[in-house]
């Protein structure tokens, strides 16, 4: 049977339920007039505001309240009842705080647990149980919270572990550039796509908003956009914002592209929109690409250094300027190629198709000065389904662009002889002399 009753008739049934609530009953309406109907209330049809609330109360009786009565209303947890109603049996004493605390934790209440060891601690400083559970710690003759102790020792928590401020502003910053790269990110991807949109309109409008950057943040979302971008226009742009944002970021990735670009014009234009001010930054950046594995990136970092190498890149140039550098070819699995002591032993004649390919361009090249003899099959015919096999070889490079460099900063030339370098660089030094003509970063 149902009923609707008015808001005299709910209070009666809420006065009468109320004592009665126990552990039984989970959710509460409370009317305008101060009033509570505690029951099951039906959550589903509790969401559409048109209809009347509705609830079973403790007795068994369905009970309709109009919305118009209503102050508000809640979904709880018979768990919550029960504790509400042990609250009000209990006494303000150490004892009747810890049970109800004990029993807050077996029901897994942590809000509640809390709250009663607190006022526990209050009435009974030392109990030693209480404290412990509210991670407390003697310190200096007294009871504090162990984040508290850890804050004086100049450490916060983190994550359930304790780390030093220093430690903490690093994460924050970290966590806070982690959010700014994903906005710059988004954006720059939006320009990315409107630079090449059919819409004239777009393009300009993100052209505009390209050139207009300068924030150092935008740096790492412009670079991984456009520096590998295969419109060599999209990346002679992003060289023309780079040179306009001022920071460290922006003029490393300067360097990086006056280097790693596939065109010489844009690693030229790179290497001389970095400025004065940074230049040693660049030259130590050079330098250290010296000893690339690519004999590519060891003459294009020799030829960048002739705008903005320092003295002490001269040492590095040295050692630059033969490079051993590793190689794979392959060969068939029963005619391998073995290389002899002396130039005397080479099997084979040069372009008659018995020596592998990558073999005779080293020869004719002069790379192997001791020779070399490729072993004759054995009971193989040429047909198809020869196995090969992989073989690493490796070779010494003259590189030209170290040599260009080393004349054009010095004004000597000595070619390769590395030892001849070093001693007159030891010279110049001995006697106080510069090691370059003019310094080419000014």
């Known amino acids: 049977m149902r009923y609707r009753f008015g808001i005299t008739f709910a209070l009666l049934i809420a006065a009468v339920c109320g004592p009665m609530a126990g552990g039984l009953c989970a959710d509460v309406i409370r009317l305008k007039n101060g009033g509570e109907i505690r029951g099951q209330m039906d959550r589903g049809k509790s969401q559409d505001e048109s209809k009347p609330l509705e609830i079973v109360s403790l007795s068994g009786i369905f009970l309709k309240i109009d919305r118009e009565e209503v102050d508000f209303f809640v979904f ?36 509640q647990e809390r709250k009663h060891l607190l006022r526990l601690v209050e009435l009974e400083p030392d109990h030693e149980k209480a404290r412990k559970l509210l991670d407390h710690v003697k310190h200096r003759g007294g009871w504090m919270p162990r984040e508290e102790m850890m804050r004086q020792k100049g450490y916060v928590k983190y994550e359930n572990r304790y780390i030093t401020l220093q430690e903490m502003e690093l994460i924050n910053r970290e966590e806070q550039q982690q959010e700014i790269s994903q906005e710059w990110f988004d954006r720059m991807k939006r320009w990315k796509t409107a630079l090449y949109s059919p819409t004239p309109q777009k393009s300009a409008e993100a052209l505009e908003e390209l050139q207009e950057l300068r924030d150092p943040k935008a740096v790492p979302a412009l670079v991984h956009m456009f520096a590998h971008h295969e419109d060599a226009q999209a990346r002679s742009l992003m060289i023309e914002i780079l040179e ?16 790693f670009d596939r065109e010489e014009s844009l690693r030229q234009k790179a290497v001389q929109a970095i400025p004065d001010r940074y230049q040693l930054q660049a030259s130590r950046l ?10 590519k990136i060891v003459n294009r970092a020799a030829k960048a250094l002739l705008t903005v190498a320092k003295p002490e890149a ?5 050692d630059a300027l033969t490079t051993s550098h590793a190689f794979t070819i392959h060969v068939p699995v029963r005619e391998g ?14 372009g008659s198709g018995t020596v592998p390919a990558e073999i005779e361009a080293l020869a004719r090249a002069g790379q192997l000065p001791y020779g070399f003899r490729v072993n004759p099959p054995v009971g193989m015919s040429n047909q198809a389904g020869v196995k090969w096999k992989p073989v690493t070889l490796h070779r010494s490079i003259h590189n030209s662009e170290v040599l260009a460099t080393l004349v054009e900063l010095t004004g000597e ?30």
């Open 337 to 350: 190629v073995t290389f002899a002591a002396n130039g005397n032993n080479n099997a084979g004649q040069l």
């Open 76 to 111: 709880r947890s018979p768990r919550v009842e029960e504790y509400e109603t042990r609250e009000r049996e209990m006494l303000d004493t150490p004892e009747d705080h810890w049970e109800l605390a004990q029993w807050c934790a077996r029901q897994k209440l942590r809000e």
């Open 314 to 318: 001269m040492g590095p140039l040295i």
């Open 244 to 259: 306009t944002i001022d920071s460290p970021e922006a003029k490393e990735a300067l360097a990086r592209q006056a280097i």
């Open 413 to 442: 030339n000595f070619g390769y002889d590395q030892r001849s370098w070093r001693l007159w660089m030891a010279a110049q030094k001995n006697r106080g002399r510069s090691l370059f003509i003019t310094d080419p970063a000014g």
């Open 286 to 295: 050079f330098t250290q690409h010296l000893e690339h594995t690519e004999n």
